[in-house]
């Protein structure tokens, strides 16, 4: 909600690569996030498995412990929770919308 209300507000300015890098931030946060809910390796083989990577990886991924920012870094992590990923659990692309109310505005 305040993601919208700020990018609503400041839509006629040109910010693309500020939100870019807000976007990437966010997303890398919510990894993070996510790591830390899956305490045990147990648990966190068992998100990487249901999330579709190979059972290899995700073995050898859940034993990373608490470099919580490094994994969320990682290309595994990326490519597991995705964009689309988060897209699909509600969260709003601060990039995506702002390029939608910068172009209604602008025009």
């Known amino acids: 909600m305040s993601i919208r209300g700020w990018i609503n507000y400041f839509s006629l300015g040109n910010m693309k690569s500020i939100v870019t890098s807000i976007d990437e931030r966010l997303r890398t946060r ?6 830390k809910q899956w305490k045990k390796k147990s648990r ?15 073995d050898k991924v859940s034993g990373w412990g608490d470099h919580y920012q490094l994994v969320a870094q990682k290309s595994v992590i990326k490519r597991a929770i995705s964009k689309p990923v988060l897209k699909k659990r509600g969260l709003v692309s601060c990039l995506d919308y702002y390029l939608e109310r910068h172009v209604l505005k602008v025009s």
Do not use: Q
């Open 30 to 35: 919510l990894r993070v996030i996510i790591w």
């Open 44 to 58: 966190r083989l068992w998100g990487l498995l249901k999330l579709g990577v190979p059972k290899w990886i995700a």
